[in-house]
């Protein structure tokens, strides 16, 4: 069943006139520079195979060096903070001067003793940050052992 707000009116009253210039026009900065979910942290993906982890965190428009990998025992820190200016000036009576400020931070605890340390490698490719965490091999999968009956 769908719900519909009806207007006893056919001629929007003033209060309705406003809120949606006040929501459509004035509020649509929100989403020019937040997510769907108003935040600024990106969206992230891990999967996990028999050899590896993979974090995979959407960033598009950064750089690989807007990015900072961390592990410090079993935790995996990744953040980046970007900062940016931009000066206009005009001939009369105005000057523009824009500025942002973006950063993020996302921890992930790994298993215990199960990641290869030495070997982790980043790589920023297409506006995706792919973080390869290499199981050790005592942490890979074992085919089943077959024992034999005596």
Do not use: C
């Not at 707000?5 to 009253?13: C, N």
């Not at 598009?60 to 079993?74: C, H, I």
């Not at 995996?76 to 993020?104: A, D």
């Not at 931070?105 to 298993?111: A, D, E, G, N, V």
């Amino acid at each position: 069943m769908t719900l519909l707000k009806r207007h006893e009116s056919r001629v929007p009253s003033f209060p309705s006139l406003f809120d949606n210039w006040m929501n459509r026009d004035l509020m649509d900065w929100m989403n020019w520079n937040f997510s769907d979910t108003n935040t600024t942290v990106p969206a992230v993906n891990v999967m996990e195979n028999e050899n590896e982890f993979v974090i995979e965190v959407a960033a598009p428009g950064m750089q690989k060096d807007d990015f900072k990998v961390n592990l410090d025992q079993d935790t995996l820190t990744i953040s980046s903070e970007r900062k940016s200016e931009h000066t206009l000036e005009k001939k009369g009576r105005y000057t523009k001067h824009e500025f942002s400020y973006q950063s993020f931070q996302r921890s992930f605890t790994l298993p215990e003793r199960l990641v290869d340390a030495e070997k982790i490698v980043a790589k920023y490719d297409n506006g995706i940050l792919h973080i390869t965490l290499p199981k050790r091999e005592e942490a890979k999968p074992r085919p089943a052992k077959v024992i034999e009956i005596k």
